[in-house]
């Protein structure tokens, strides 16, 4: 029977409608692979766990996995992210979700632990929190060889684990399902790079003409200056990576750092993955422009420091859902998007359909082969392998139409060999 604790039940048929747009837009995840799942049944009896963004994306994953005779549990992966009509939707169709939008952070962990207790083989996890809460409060479960595999889908999560291996502390074999070039080169760039439409969104600005921050030059931020440049935004990028700086000078945007951007930006979007991006500094706060936009894609609500702005301002007021106008005691105001939580998943609804289609055709195909595979794993971090990274890469193409060039085996000797040069 399902189990679950979700908003509002009603809201189902208006999810049903949500998970209906987004399966139309994800050939590959609610199309080819689901289709191939419902015959040959490769999760079956296999509990799945997914800490994820409660979105109709999202739901598209988890009913390809139950397609596949999964059992799955699905909670947040982010307080405010979740579409209760999504989770509605999925209880009806035996999801077992605990989610809800706005949920405090004891709920929020509360969600994870619901989910744990239903015993995954695979943990599907957006940030590290559930995978992190495994290994601290089920210890039984880490220990009892029952987790098969874990995958991960975020930056963040990914950061996360690394240091966890680095300290000895990953117990689970771990799969960076971000690392894997049909995900960041595209849910990141591409997802992320529009989000930018979110800060526009939050307050209804024009961004011609603006001078735009984006902290950062990764796969998120790149894809952002680009889209905050195609709208005609004077874009600066501000970073601590020597080679992403030359990349974000070559490419054509100013370079400063954040401190001297202050005086000037009319917009800040951090998508950084670090911490206290702008210094969490009175001295600093009273820099910014007087009416600044301040936004965050990144995964954690720390790259604006949200908490000390809150505390610095005389008066919080709420504008608009998601917008809060902070009055500084020097009177300037500042515009805080989303809490300093991802903008573009609070604000608007995550990134499109399409490209998640990609990311998710990864992490299904990666649960079917964690359930093939496991045996062979060790505890501590596996790459995804480069065929399951192709064959999302190809199926996506088909799906699409796109036909591409095949090498000859004249060519794949050349490109394979060293005897030839000059
Ligand atoms: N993300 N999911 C969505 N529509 O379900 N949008 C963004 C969605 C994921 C994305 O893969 C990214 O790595 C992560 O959210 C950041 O938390």
């Keep these: 029977m399902v189990d679950y604790k979700v908003a509002d039940e009603t ?25 191939r799942f419902k015959k040959e049944k490769p ?40 579409q209760d009509e999504v989770a509605a939707a999925l209880v009806k169709k035996d999801i077992n979700v605990f989610a809800w939008h ?14 744990l207790k239903g015993k995954p083989n695979i943990m599907i996890d957006d940030g ?42 990953l117990k689970v074999p771990l799969f960076p399902v971000n690392d ?27 961004f011609a003409g603006k001078n735009v921050v984006i902290a950062g030059f990764g796969h998120c931020s790149s894809g952002m200056a680009l889209r905050a440049r195609g709208l005609g935004a004077n874009v600066t990028v501000t970073e601590v990576d020597p080679i992403n700086a030359l990349k974000a000078r070559f490419t054509g945007y100013n370079v ?28 600093v706060f009273n820099k910014l422009k007087d009416g600044v936009i301040l936004g965050n894609l990144g995964h954690f609500d720390i790259e604006i420091p949200t908490k000390e702005l809150y505390e610095y301002a005389e008066e919080i007021k709420p504008i608009r859902k998601y917008v809060e106008e902070l009055i500084f005691p020097n009177g300037k105001k500042v515009y805080l998007l989303a ?26 195909l990666m649960s079917e082969w964690i359930v093939k595979n496991h045996a062979a794993f060790k505890p501590g971090i596996i790459d995804v392998p480069k065929e399951i990274d192709d064959k999302v890469g190809y199926l996506k193409l088909d799906a699409m139409g796109i036909e591409i060039d095949k090498l000859t085996e004249e060519q794949y000797n050349y490109i394979h060999g060293f005897e030839e040069g000059t």
């Excluded at 400063?256 to 001295?283: N, S, W, Y």
């Design 180 to 206: 894997a070039r049909c995900k960041n080169q595209f849910d990141n760039e591409l997802g992320t790079g529009q989000g930018v439409i979110s800060a526009i969104y939050g307050m209804h600005i024009l």
């Design 102 to 115: 706005g949920n405090t952070t004891e709920e929020f962990y509360w969600c994870i632990r619901q989910c």
């Design 256 to 283: 400063k750092p954040i401190i001297e951007t202050l005086p000037e930006a009319d917009v800040i979007l951090t998508a950084t993955g670090c911490k206290h991006v702008i210094p969490p500094d009175p001295e």
């Design 128 to 169: 590290g929190d559930m995978i992190v809460t495994a290994h601290q409060e089920f210890p039984e479960l880490i220990s009892s060889g029952k987790v098969y595999g874990c995958q991960e889908e975020t930056t963040t999560g990914v950061k996360r684990f690394k240091a966890m291996e680095r300290q000895g502390k």
């Design 11 to 35: 809201l189902a048929d208006q999810g049903e409608e949500a998970l209906y747009i987004a399966e139309n837009k994800m050939t590959v995840t609610a199309g080819i692979i689901r289709e």
């Design 339 to 364: 809490k300093g939580r991802l903008a573009n998943l609070v604000l608007a609804e995550g990134h499109p359909s399409e490209v998640m289609d990609m990311s998710f055709s990864l992490q299904s």
């Design 43 to 82: 999760l079956e009896g296999i509990t799945i766990a997914g800490c994820l963004h409660v979105t109709k994306e999202t739901g598209n994953l988890a009913l390809t996995l139950q397609a596949g005779g999964a059992e799955v549990y699905l909670c947040g992966s982010n307080p405010l992210s979740t």
